[in-house]
């Protein structure tokens, strides 16, 4: 071979790798804290459902505008009011070429309703589901559930074929936990497919070939490189490493947003922050009271009106956060603004509270916190603690990752706990049958009232709107009288990126990549 004709094919190989490269899109993506698995459903969790939304489909789905549309089902109706039709897609496959069939979907919605599913409570009033033929599903509920849809596009889909191969039929039990196949691999009908994952490390997507929509952004690879320090993930953006991180530190947001090559968006969230109190423990698992103070109203309201909000707002949050009455926030069915407003700062009020219920020296307690879950979790929490030692409340802070907090808190380790809740349903219900329903798995706080559970079976079953929402007043009125949670406040969040990257802000803080572009 000569010279020429060697340099003719080194120059085809480096225009071939050129243009191979300048096609190449890749987004690097940051947050504080990984997924917690990528089994679709296992967790009902924020970061969770980030990571499964790019890679699995539902059958409706929220777009851009939060608003209700179709995704895997093209429409649907009902026939009665406890029976629902939906019509699938026919060009649908999963990532590995297989055609998707309404039998997936009835395994699915049937996985999600199994014993070690985060999300059996989500779709509990669901008492049948069936194929009618290869591309209709029908779906049957124990009640009329005015929010049905609401409910189902946070259900995602995943083959049955794929599932029975991998013994992964039933969820992981991540509670327990269960190491499975599904919490580490990823199979879906989504815009793109795992390719690696590295737990708490490094998760990289890649465009899924065989999706069926239309393409409208031009990523061909994504890599989610989680960074629990705050300073490092910025320094991470700002030296370039980093393209975006979905929840940019408060603190720096100014420098961010004054480096020419980056910006900075800020919306209110779908999540509001609050503290709870188990009020059915006869006996704290930490103090020293030899009884438990949380079983008492009065108490309850003084560590309430001993936190400054305002100055949580202003020296913690920088100014990026609403004082909540109540714990859900604008934009919810249920929620007013008469509702959300807070009981007075006043630390005189509150020693005397406590002084009136037996407890005048104060009494001692754990605060238990992520620290790398909500923004800013840790520093709130140590402002609390702050606070709370005005009033002779000595609280000792323990601040954990949001995997072992959360966990904890669900085997009913915590006498007093930070937790933050959005509401995909954008519907009180999800709160309530969540959060204040009898028996519930978030309940920790072990609040209980008849009137409350009867108001949360109406709210299930009821299609006349006026009483439907008049039972949500009737339930959120008591509940915030009871003080059952320290409301805190609802959270704004802030996406920070490079300048040429475009991945559209949504106030449930879920990046849809299928809508992004690198320019």
Same mark, same amino acid.
């Given at each position: 071979?000569?010279?020429?004709?060697?340099?003719?094919?080194?120059?085809?190989?480096?225009?071939?790798?050129?243009?191979?490269?300048?096609?190449?899109?890749?987004?690097?993506?940051?947050?504080?804290?990984?997924?917690?698995?990528?089994?679709?459903?296992?967790?009902?969790? #924020?970061?969770?459902?980030?990571?499964?939304?790019?890679?699995?489909?539902?059958?409706?789905?929220?777009?851009?505008?939060?608003?209700? #549309?179709?995704?895997?089902?093209?429409?649907?109706?009902?026939?009665?009011?406890?029976?629902?039709?939906?019509?699938?897609?026919?060009?649908?496959?999963?990532?590995?070429?297989?055609?998707?069939?309404?039998?997936?979907?009835?395994?699915?919605?049937?996985?999600?309703?199994?014993?070690?599913?985060?999300?059996?409570?989500?779709?509990?009033?669901?008492?049948?589901?069936?194929?009618?033929?290869?591309?209709?599903?029908?779906?049957?509920?124990?009640?009329?559930?005015?929010?049905?849809?609401?409910?189902?596009?946070?259900?995602?889909?995943?083959?049955?074929?794929?599932?029975?191969?991998?013994?992964?039929?039933?969820?992981?039990?991540?509670?327990?936990?269960?190491?499975?196949?599904?919490?580490?691999?990823?199979?879906?009908?989504?815009?793109?497919?795992?390719?690696?994952?590295?737990?708490?490390?490094?998760?990289?997507?890649?465009?899924?070939?065989?999706?069926?929509?239309?393409?409208?952004?031009?990523?061909?690879?994504?890599?989610?490189?989680?960074?629990?320090?705050?300073?490092?993930?910025?320094?991470?953006?700002?030296?370039?490493?980093?393209?975006?991180?979905?929840?940019?530190?408060?603190?720096?947001?100014?420098?961010?947003?004054?480096?020419?090559?980056?910006?900075?968006?800020?919306?209110?969230?779908?999540?509001?922050?609050?503290?709870?109190?188990?009020?059915?423990?006869?006996?704290?698992?930490?103090?020293?009271?030899?009884?438990?103070?949380?079983?008492?109203?009065?108490?309850?309201?003084?560590?309430?009106?001993?936190?400054?909000?305002?100055?949580?707002?202003?020296?913690?949050?920088?100014?990026?956060?609403?004082?909540?009455?109540?714990?859900?926030?604008? #934009?919810?069915?249920?929620?007013?603004?008469?509702?959300?407003?807070?009981?007075?700062?006043?630390?005189?009020?509150?020693?005397?509270?406590?002084?009136?219920?037996?407890?005048?020296?104060?009494?001692?307690?754990?605060?238990?916190?992520?620290?790398?879950?909500?923004?800013?979790?840790?520093?709130?929490?140590?402002?609390?603690?702050?606070?709370?030692?005005?009033?002779?409340?000595?609280?000792?802070?323990?601040?954990?990752?949001?995997?072992?907090?959360?966990?904890?808190?669900?085997?009913?380790?915590?006498?007093?706990?930070?937790?933050?809740?959005?509401?995909?349903?954008?519907?009180?219900?999800?709160?309530?049958?969540?959060?204040?329903?009898?028996?519930?798995?978030?309940?920790?706080?072990?609040?209980?009232?008849?009137?409350?559970?009867?108001?949360?079976?109406?709210?299930?079953?009821?299609?006349?709107?006026?009483?439907?929402?008049?039972?949500?007043?009737?339930?959120?009125?008591?509940?915030?009288?009871?003080?059952?949670?320290?409301?805190?406040?609802?959270?704004?969040?802030?996406?920070?990126?490079?300048?040429?990257?475009?991945?559209?802000?949504?106030?449930?803080?879920?990046?849809?990549?299928?809508?992004?572009?690198?320019?």
């Amino acid at each position: 071979m000569n010279f020429r004709s060697l340099s003719k094919i080194l120059l085809a190989v480096l225009l071939i790798f050129a243009t191979n490269t300048s096609f190449a899109k890749t987004i690097k993506w940051s947050m504080q804290g990984d997924s917690l698995t990528l089994d679709p459903h296992a967790q009902n969790e #924020g970061p969770t459902t980030q990571v499964s939304r790019q890679v699995y489909e539902a059958l409706v789905t929220r777009g851009l505008d939060m608003s209700i #549309g179709p995704q895997l089902a093209t429409k649907w109706k009902a026939v009665d009011p406890n029976t629902w039709y939906f019509f699938l897609r026919e060009d649908v496959k999963f990532s590995n070429g297989q055609q998707m069939t309404s039998e997936d979907v009835v395994f699915s919605i049937l996985r999600a309703k199994q014993p070690t599913s985060d999300f059996k409570e989500y779709i509990s009033t669901i008492s049948s589901v069936k194929a009618i033929d290869d591309y209709t599903v029908q779906i049957k509920t124990s009640k009329p559930n005015p929010i049905l849809l609401n409910q189902l596009s946070n259900i995602f889909v995943m083959s049955k074929q794929w599932s029975n191969e991998n013994f992964a039929t039933a969820p992981q039990n991540w509670d327990a936990g269960q190491e499975t196949f599904s919490a580490v691999n990823a199979m879906g009908t989504g815009p793109f497919k795992i390719t690696l994952r590295e737990p708490n490390t490094k998760t990289v997507f890649k465009k899924n070939k065989k999706w069926w929509g239309d393409v409208e952004h031009n990523i061909t690879e994504i890599q989610l490189l989680p960074i629990k320090n705050a300073a490092t993930r910025v320094a991470a953006l700002l030296s370039g490493e980093i393209d975006i991180v979905t929840d940019a530190p408060v603190q720096d947001l100014n420098r961010i947003s004054s480096s020419a090559g980056h910006k900075v968006e800020s919306t209110p969230q779908m999540r509001t922050i609050f503290l709870g109190m188990d009020q059915a423990a006869d006996q704290l698992r930490s103090g020293n009271t030899g009884d438990n103070p949380f079983k008492k109203k009065q108490v309850r309201q003084a560590l309430y009106q001993a936190i400054d909000i305002e100055a949580i707002k202003k020296k913690v949050m920088r100014g990026l956060s609403e004082p909540a009455g109540i714990i859900t926030f604008p #934009g919810v069915t249920g929620y007013t603004k008469a509702l959300d407003k807070r009981l007075p700062y006043d630390i005189d009020a509150a020693k005397q509270l406590l002084a009136d219920a037996g407890y005048p020296d104060g009494f001692e307690v754990e605060l238990r916190c992520p620290n790398d879950r909500y923004v800013n979790d840790e520093a709130i929490c140590t402002a609390v603690v702050g606070m709370l030692g005005k009033i002779g409340v000595k609280v000792n802070l323990f601040a954990q990752t949001k995997s072992k907090h959360f966990k904890e808190l669900k085997d009913d380790q915590g006498d007093f706990y930070m937790l933050g809740w959005g509401v995909p349903t954008l519907d009180s219900h999800y709160v309530f049958h969540y959060l204040y329903e009898s028996g519930a798995s978030w309940n920790k706080v072990n609040f209980s009232n008849a009137d409350v559970d009867a108001a949360i079976r109406v709210m299930e079953g009821e299609v006349d709107l006026e009483k439907r929402n008049a039972a949500i007043a009737k339930a959120w009125e008591i509940v915030k009288d009871d003080i059952s949670y320290l409301p805190l406040h609802h959270q704004v969040i802030s996406w920070a990126s490079k300048s040429n990257v475009d991945v559209p802000i949504r106030p449930n803080n879920e990046p849809l990549f299928r809508f992004s572009r690198v320019n």
